[in-house]
């Protein structure tokens, strides 16, 4: 089935949603093992490169682990192996970039709108997505 399932979170309580579902769903599969990925759209200011020596990937994953430490510590104590990725940009773009670089056989993803004008514009994160990926995809809502 599902073995390889990436979990896009931003740490809002809809993804933490999607976290449960990602949980639940690789509990009941043998060799499962789920990627939490997580995209900061924003760059690290300067004094948090200057006190990370200018190591933007140290302080992406320090943001990261702060985060989503609620759904790290539920993966932990459910025994359900993971890893952390961490990246910079447009997350919908990164999501399905990442998903299809590394073969991800399922995403998992909160359904979290932009609201407003910019939801009609844009579309949300999910929704793209959704259209863009080349597997399965799981909104949570």
């Given amino acids: 089935m599902f073995q390889k399932i990436l979990l896009a979170t931003d740490g809002s309580s809809i993804a933490d949603r999607a976290a449960e579902?990602?949980?639940?769903?690789?509990?009941?599969?043998?060799?499962?093992?789920?990627?939490?990925?997580?995209?900061?759209?924003?760059?690290?200011?300067?004094?948090?490169?200057?006190?990370?020596?200018?190591?933007?990937?140290?302080?992406?994953?320090?943001?990261?682990?702060?985060?989503?430490?609620?759904?790290?510590?539920?993966?932990?104590?459910?025994?359900?192996?993971?890893?952390?990725?961490?990246?910079?940009?447009?997350?919908?773009?990164?999501?399905?970039?990442?998903a299809k670089d590394h073969e991800m056989e399922l995403i998992i993803i909160g359904s979290r709108g932009l609201g407003g004008i910019n939801s009609v514009l844009l579309g949300s994160v999910s929704q793209r997505v959704t259209q863009q990926s080349s597997c399965p995809v799981m909104i949570v809502k």
């Fill in 21 to 98: 579902k990602a949980l639940e769903l690789a509990s009941e599969i043998t060799d499962a093992h789920i990627t939490v990925l997580h995209i900061s759209s924003d760059a690290p200011n300067r004094t948090e490169l200057m006190k990370a020596h200018m190591d933007v990937k140290f302080v992406l994953e320090s943001k990261a682990h702060k985060v989503i430490q609620k759904t790290t510590q539920r993966l932990e104590e459910a025994g359900i192996p993971f890893s952390l990725e961490v990246g910079l940009g447009e997350p919908a773009d990164k999501i399905v970039k990442y």
